[in-house]
């Protein structure tokens, strides 16, 4: 209990403020003296012009602007507007809605269903499994409700999904806790840029469905698809959701949906979990946990995001238009990608793979080090554990995107 006075820890480890918001906060104060051309912010994970300012969609925004007081100010239902939970199905499945039942179930983006499934799908004292290159808060999230997260190493020694060692890890959890809090953050992996593959997830599922032969245990598997929108082409990003049908019943397939990347709503805190199942009981039972989940913690979500999503998808030409000006920003984030790898490659920078997304992840000894380093020189970029540091592509230029593999690669390779 060192360091606390009232507050007490329980089975959390409690540090400071998140560093991501920390190293955040010193790169706009840097920009502010120096000027923001002068600094790289490659530290958060909101999409940033080369001009230095946040990328929104016109068509977003005036739908925002279009809605009435009454919009912002009343209470959404508990389990989110009835048009909002549909428009997030279509947003997530597009052409590819299953035939099965299915319901959706609002949450604060994509952190409040991660919360949620947490909660409703083990028990305390219960390991929730993810990969060792993970999001921060997936742990945060964990302890919080009083779980432990553990993991399995994400890549093996050829740079390929790890599927001996989740496989292992899987069966290993299985015998010691009868179900299972399975995190999959694909595609465009949150901080590697990773995407599985056809591959990897028919590998993924087949561990599953050999665990779950076993009527006395169950998984959800949680499906982190934040960044599904800004994983090449978002048609041919949705290719694993079909194999997601025909599952055991004691396997769920749940999807963890946020307006924060595909709509550039990352303030609103608009989101929904969404789940399938050949079993309508399932669905139904889904839906009556999350409902009291929600009305425990948050209550009610934020109206006015989800009317934002209702109007989009009630309208086809609004979506079209929605999705005609998400393209120049995929591309914007294509060519940041293309264009640190190459940089990378050029100054023998070594990098984990990266498909697409956000983020990209160095291989450096001493990222703590390397970061402080970098500081120096306006360059504001993300340690992990000791054996990464994390870029966002998403908010360095295309400009400093060519320029920092190489100042990278003078303090590591020295």
Known sequence: MAGFILAQENTRRINNDDDIFIL???????????GSENIANAAIGTLIDDHGKLVVLS??????????????????????????QSAAIAAVF????????????????????LHNVIQNYSRRGDIILTSDWHWGPYRTIAEELERKLETYPMFDEDNRFDIKSFSDKVHELLK?????????????????????????????????????????????????????????????????????????????????????????????RTGAIIALSPNKDIIDEFRKVMIFTNRGTWSNGTRAGMVVLSRIYADPELLARTKKERIPAMRLLADRGK????????????????????????????????????????????????????ISLASASEHWCRIIPAKIAALTNR
């Open 176 to 268: 010691r806790q009868d179900r299972l809090v399975l995190l999959l953050n694909t595609p465009a992996h949150n901080p590697t840029g990773y995407s599985l593959n056809n591959n990897d997830w028919d590998a993924v599922l087949d561990v599953l469905k050999n665990e779950a032969a076993d009527p006395n245990k169950s998984i959800a598997l949680l499906i982190d698809v934040a960044y599904i929108d800004f994983a090449d082409d978002p048609a041919t990003s949705r290719f694993f959701l079909p194999k997601l049908t025909g599952l055991p019943q004691n396997i769920l397939p749940l999807i963890a949906f946020s307006m924060s990347k595909s709509f550039m709503l990352y303030g609103m």
């Open 94 to 113: 597009e052409e590819q809605l299953p035939d099965c039942p299915i319901a959706a179930v609002a949450t604060p983006g994509g952190t409040g269903a």
């Open 24 to 34: 955040n906060t010193k790169a706009k104060e840097m920009a502010a003296r120096l």
């Open 339 to 390: 264009t640190f790898i190459k940089a990378a490659a050029d100054a023998d920078l070594a990098i984990y793979p990266y498909n697409a997304g956000f983020f990209a992840v160095v291989h450096t000894n001493n990222p703590t080090w390397v970061s402080e380093q970098l500081q120096q020189d306006g360059i504001f970029t993300v340690p992990l554990d000791n054996r990464g540091l994390r």
């Open 59 to 84: 068509s977003v925004e005036q739908t925002l602007r279009s809605l009435s007081i009454e919009d912002f100010a009343e209470y959404a239902p508990i389990d989110g507007l009835a048009s909002f």
